[in-house]
């Protein structure tokens, strides 16, 4: 019987860099990895941008589908045994994953790309599995679901199985063991309860007085919208081919609503949140209306990014610059991946400004590719806040951070939500990372 452990421990505390450490020592072909930082595959992720999942008319012929890159996996790993063809039908159960086989790859939702990227992976039945923050961008059911089937694995087949986890309270209960890092090395392995009465809970707020007052007098931009109504969708519906992603959406968005969208995976949250950003064509298409200027009556894309600040999966992952990290954050002033035009002194020092309110002034310098997932994931909220935008769009903003900063994380968007005129969207598939200022909730089911 194989044991499943963990390793823990706070961002940047060297987590990543002992699993590497480890598969090295190790070099076998039966030690399987899936990291946070995975997207397509080579074939597709040379060309990734981050509108791409909604630009259906850029995905070339080549482009494979989930069925096609399954279909591939599953012959390579040998004979089509009754043993592993109910591997198969168990993991395409657990996953929902028929309804996605005819789907593009690059059309895949956070949460379905994750159910994917396992299924695939565990055809290979590796005899060592290395997860890192499997649990990430899975709806409570299937992260639920995961859970057994991770037992199961174990038990049934002499799998051993190691989580690389941020958010401690993912941790399953029936660990072997727990590693936690510290300063890069690690300590000795426990047991999770030990490591759980070991803990010093998180306080109720960790923001600084005095980081949260500067927050507080930002003045308020003479050019923001004066729209009650930030945004109004009247019988919106998405349709890729034959597939409905949404249907006969009607929804208005006040000016200083703060809403939290939820829903199972391949609902259409992001899509969703797509729309209000213009970076899904179809927008131009619907009955949308954004700060009571109608979409497609004369305003630019960037005219309305100029007043939106956005954090997402996909934004994560389609950064593959290795800029020094204050250029990622000033890319959110020129909206763009990328920074192509350079910033100017006072721009620099309204970016540091915001990694000072992140904690991560120190990272300014350092190369964005070389930083952890978490410091990645906080440079990027730092891009997101940088206009002191009046629309802030969060889709799923706590992912591979730590407990201590995604309290630090709430406390900056509960107190920029304090002020007047801001208004707020929230994706999360955990209710423990909303902000306690949630006004408004919006729930949509898979079609």
Known sequence: MGKITAIVGRNASGKTQYVERMRRQIASDSVRYIAFRDSYGASVDGAYYLQLRWNQHDIDHETPTVGELLDHAYQLQGSDSEERRGLRQKLYSLFHIEPLLDKYIISLSSGELRKFQLTR?????????????????????????????????????NLDIILVVSKTDDLPPFLDSVTEMVDGEPLQPCSVSEFASRQEPVAPHVLSEERRQRLLQLPRHTDDYNSSEVVSMRNVSIRYGSRNILRDINWTVKSGEHWAISGQNGAGKSTLLSLVCADNPQSYACDIALFGQQRGSGETIWDIKRHIGYVSPEMHRSYQHNMPAENVVASGLKDTVGLYVRANSEEREQCRWWMDIFGIAHLAERPYLQLSSGEQRLVLLARAFVKDPQLLILDEPLHGLDPWNRRMVKDIIETFCQRAGKTMMMVTHYADELPDNITNSLYLTRQ
Do not use: K, Y
Not at 130 to 155: C, K, Y
């Open 121 to 157: 992976t565990l055809f290979s039945q590796p005899r060592l599995l290395i997860m890192d923050n499997p649990f990430v961008g899975l709806d409570s059911d299937t992260r639920a679901q995961l859970r057994e089937l991770l037992q199961a694995l174990v038990a049934e087949n």
